[in-house]
């Protein structure tokens, strides 16, 4: 495998602001610390769950070092919430997506996510949204609040079980500024989707290496992964 190439979730591969994930958020909120919550009441965008449990609480009072005593807590409310739903949901998958993944597939890149999503919560949108056999590696907001780590814990990963070698050759591919934030710290190229909550001219403040409409154009991806980097 000489190319790896992460996705984020939501945004990027399906449409974001599903209900039933807000929903979980604000019944552990309110199950482990009584407090009426949405997520909402902060710019969550492109941050991971983690992050976005110990803002929302600091928000609505509570010390940080009480949210992070509970922190596995809320985590499992969200997740036992969720799992206890996700059958009757349905993810919208967006444009171009699955003929991308089939696409990198038979190409034989190795692929796998970056994503704030809770591990169990982003497995259960992809296996819902028929998406799940791309992804062999993924780093999740269950692992760690900072983005960046979530990206050189992947690239370990594919390190370890793959064969892969990083050298100028891992893609990560988002939706909002902090995934090129991410992307850059962690020193991968960035590919970022004007398919959220952010428009291109939005996208290119950070100055991301590539910036496309949508995932649609899949020989343009591939083009771009082909290209000598240094």
Do not use: C, W
Not at 13 to 42: M, P, Q, Y
Not at 135 to 163: C, H, P
Not at 181 to 200: C, H, M, N, Q, S
């Amino acid at each position: 495998m000489d190319k790896l190439v992460l996705f984020d979730i939501d945004g990027t591969l399906l449409e974001s602001g599903n209900t039933l994930h807000r929903l979980a958020f604000s019944n552990a909120f309110k199950r482990v610390f009584n407090v009426d919550a949405s997520i909402d009441i902060i710019k969550h965008t492109g941050k991971t769950d983690r992050q976005i449990i110990i803002e929302i609480l600091k928000k609505k009072g509570i010390e940080e070092s009480a949210v992070r005593e509970k922190i596995e807590e809320i985590m499992k409310e969200i997740v036992d919430f969720f799992e206890d739903r996700v059958e009757n949901e349905n993810f919208v998958v967006l444009d171009g997506v699955r003929k991308l993944l089939k696409y990198l597939d038979d190409n034989k890149i190795l692929m796998g996510l970056v994503t704030g999503n809770l591990e169990a919560v982003a497995n259960g949108k992809m296996k819902r949204a028929n998406l799940d056999n791309y992804f062999k590696v993924g780093g999740f907001g269950s692992d760690d609040e900072n983005r960046a780590n979530l990206v050189k814990m992947v690239i370990e990963k594919a390190e370890n079980n793959f064969d892969f070698k990083f050298d100028n050759n891992v893609f990560l591919v988002g939706d909002t500024p902090r995934d090129i934030l991410a992307g850059k710290e962690a020193r991968v190229k960035t590919i970022a989707v004007a398919t959220g909550d952010y428009t291109e001219d939005d996208l290119s403040k950070e100055k991301p290496d590539f910036i496309l409409k949508d995932l649609t154009q899949k020989e343009e991806v591939l083009k771009l992964m082909k290209k000598k980097h240094n």
